[in-house]
C-alpha cells in the first residue's frame, strides 16, 4: 500500500475502520509499499466473510454503487483510476509480505472474475497501479526487495521506471496520475520524510517540481489532458487542504466544514474527488464539479460501507472508482455510476 494509501488507514482508524488512500491526512511520510494491518481487517483466510467479485449494485442520492473485488484477494482491494472506455487500473492485497503483496492489475468491463488483468512491474515485489488514460497506458509505482519505491509507466506496453533525481535520501518516488499526452504525476520524499510534487513527462523523462507556496509537504494525485493539476499540500500549521492548478493559477479548496481535504484525481471538467474527515473524524468521499465558477459539493459514503468511503479517481462519463471497509474490517473496491 502506498504511503499515500497508508495515510487513509490512519484516518480510518479514526473511524474504527481502515481508511485508504487517504494519503490523506498529512501529507505523505515514509516510503514504504508494504502498510500497517488494517484495524479489524479479516486475512486472506478468512474469505468466507469476503464480498463477491461482483456485488449487486446499491443507488444512493443519485448514484450507484458496485463492489468489484477480485477474488485473489477478496479482503483488500483498492480501485484507484478508470479511463473513458471503462478500463479501471487497482491492486490487491493488504501488503504483507511474503503472503500478501500489493499486486496490481487492471480490471475490463464487464467487470467479471475473467476481466481481471494483473499488471506488475517486471521483477518487481509489490506493485500498484494508480492511474490508466484513455489510450490504456498505465501508471503506479513498484517496489523492490530493500523496499525502494520507484515509479512506473507502461506506455504502449513497455514498462519504464522512473525515480526523481531529487530523492536523494529517502526511498520513494510514486506516480500517480497521468494524461493522454503522457505527463505524469506525483510525488517523492526528502530525507525528513515532507512529499513534493512533480510532473514527469514520460518521453522525456523530465521532472519538473509542482508547487504550492507556503506548503511543507505536498502531493500532486491527478492530471487532466489540458495539464491541469490537482492533489493536496500541508502547510506548517498542520492544516491539509486540495488545490488545482489550471493555467498556471492556483486555488485552494476544503470540503465546507470539513477538515483534511485530499484531492485524488481531476478530470477533462475540471471536476475532481477525493475524501476528507468531518467533525467528528469519520472519513468520507468527495465528489467537486464546476471548481472554478459555481462549485458544488457532494458527499459520498458507499452503502455498504462504515464510514470509511474514499472516492479515488474519476472519467468524463459520470463514473468513479475508489474504496470502503465493510462491515468484517474488508477493503473493497467500488465503481460509482451517476
Known amino acids: 500500500m502506498s504511503t499515500l494509501q497508508r495515510t487513509v488507514l490512519q484516518s480510518l482508524r479514526a473511524a474504527a475502520a481502515l481508511g485508504a488512500a487517504a494519503t490523506l491526512i498529512a501529507a505523505c511520510s515514509g516510503g ?19 464480498l463477491s467479485a461482483l456485488r449487486p449494485s446499491v443507488s444512493r442520492a443519485g448514484f450507484t454503487f458496485t463492489t468489484l473485488d477480485d477474488q485473489a484477494d477478496p479482503t483488500f482491494n483498492q480501485l484507484l483510476g478508470v479511463n473513458n472506455k471503462g478500463k479501471i487500473a487497482g491492486y490487491f492485497g493488504i501488503g504483507t509480505l511474503p503472503a500478501h503483496p500489493n499486486q496490481g492489475y487492471m480490471l475490463l468491463p464487464p467487470y467479471g472474475q475473467s476481466n481481471y488483468v494483473n ?23 513498484w517496489a ?30 510514486q506516480i500517480l496520475g497521468i494524461n493522454d499526452s503522457g505527463i505524469a504525476v506525483g510525488f517523492y520524499n526528502d530525507a525528513k520524510g515532507n512529499s513534493h510534487g512533480f510532473t514527469l513527462n514520460q518521453a522525456t523523462g523530465q521532472f519538473k517540481p509542482v508547487i504550492v507556496p507556503g506548503a511543507v509537504t505536498l502531493t500532486a494525485t491527478g492530471i487532466n489532458d ?16 486540495s488545490f488545482l492548478i489550471r493555467g498556471g493559477q492556483l486555488t485552494s479548496f476544503t470540503f465546507p466544514g470539513g477538515s483534511n481535504t485530499q484531492s485524488l484525481g481531476v478530470n477533462n471538467h475540471d471536476q ?20 472554478l465558477t459555481h462549485a458544488k459539493w457532494q458527499s459520498i459514503d458507499d452503502p455498504n460501507g462504515i464510514g470509511s468511503t474514499v472516492v479515488n479517481g474519476l472519467n468524463d462519463k459520470n463514473e468513479m472508482v475508489g474504496f470502503y471497509t465493510d462491515a468484517a474490517g474488508n477493503v473493497d473496491g467500488m465503481l460509482i455510476a451517476r
Do not use: C
Not at 32 to 48: D, H, R
Not at 157 to 169: E, I, L, W
Not at 226 to 241: E, L, R
Open 272 to 291: 475532481m474527488v477525493g475524501s476528507y474527515d468531518d467533525g467528528a473524524g469519520v472519513l468520507h468521499g468527495f465528489l467537486l464539479s464546476d471548481p
Open 119 to 141: 499488471e506488475n512491474f517486471p521483477g518487481s515485489v509489490q506493485t500498484q497501479v494508480t492511474a490508466i488514460n484513455t489510450h490504456g497506458d498505465t501508471a503506479g509505482f
Open 144 to 173: 523492490d526487495s530493500k523496499n525502494v519505491d520507484r515509479g512506473f509507466i507502461e506506455w504502449r506496453g513497455v514498462f519504464t521506471s522512473y525515480t526523481d533525481p531529487k530523492m536523494r535520501h529517502s526511498k520513494t518516488t
Open 226 to 241: 489540458a495539464g491541469d493539476i490537482t492533489g493536496f499540500s500541508t502547510s506548517s500549521s498542520k492544516q491539509t487542504s
Open 32 to 50: 514504504s509499499l508494504t502498510p500497517p494491518t488494517a484495524p479489524g481487517a479479516a486475512s486472506p483466510a478468512g474469505a468466507a466473510q469476503a
